[in-house]
């Protein structure tokens, strides 16, 4: 069992949670990620390491409650315990060599940009960080972002908070006047497309961590696969970062969205549950 040490809620649906887990917090590097079980009998949850300490032994990931198994996760406080945490997965990103770098984040993306952005500042790299939410109540990790970037620019796209606006728009703007070694684009796969299109006429390489549906995270299941450059990938074992130029997009945002209706079957029912054990109480 891996106790939680810390919870932190930032908004009605996304939660941060530091995790005892010292094997995995010796061996996280940027871009991996862990598999969490919340119990024996709950279905497996692939989460980006949003953070790690290999001295204090914790990991944190940072999460959006979208069905009945990350509701059930979002529940559980410090001092609770979870029945797995396996990991460190996927192939940790490659940021040797990359002096000046943009690192794009979209929502929930942004719990996956902070780790990226902070190894590539600790390396000593240059680093822009654009991050985008729907509003300012949705904003995470802003202070955190701001100590490992030579400049966040945060933008809402109500323009509560920061610019008004798209992370396309900033990041456009930035490069017209900046060249950049690379840009990293985390977020929904909508914004990662736009991002790729953004950057595909300045000729930046352009990184994309891709978040497929994903069973057992070892490559065994094949539910993860991408198309590459016209070939399949797969997210568990051959990303989960990849070449945003070469992913297909269309096809990964009609795969991610094969189960919505059963998962949002499935919270419903989790929430019907809950009401009947309060009001039996």
Known sequence: ?????????YNPQVKRLTVEAPRVA?????????????????????????DSDAASGCVTVIFQEVGCSTAMLGA????DTIADVV???GVPSHLEGLGRVCVVGGGLGCAIAYPQAKAL????AHVDIVAGFRSASLIFLEEEMRAVSHKLTVCTDDGSNGCKGLVTDILKAALEETVYDAVIAIGPLVMMKFVCLTT??????????????????TGMCGCCRVTVGGEVKFACVDGPDFDGHLVD?????RRNTIYRTQEQRSLQ?????GEERLHAQ
């Open 269 to 273: 029912e989790h929430i019907c549950r």
């Open 76 to 79: 559980l406080e410090a001092g």
């Open 87 to 89: 990991g460190p997965l």
């Open 200 to 217: 595909k006429p300045y000729a930046v390489p352009t990184i994309v961590s891709m978040n497929p549906i994903m069973v057992d995270g």
């Open 121 to 124: 500042f600790g390396m000593g």
């Open 26 to 50: 010796r061996r996280a590097r940027p871009g991996q990620f862990v598999m969490v079980r919340v119990d024996e009998r709950g279905e497996r949850i692939p989460l980006t390491i949003a």
């Open 249 to 253: 997009f269309d096809e990964a945002m």
């Open 1 to 9: 069992m891996y106790r939680i040490v810390e919870a932190q809620r």
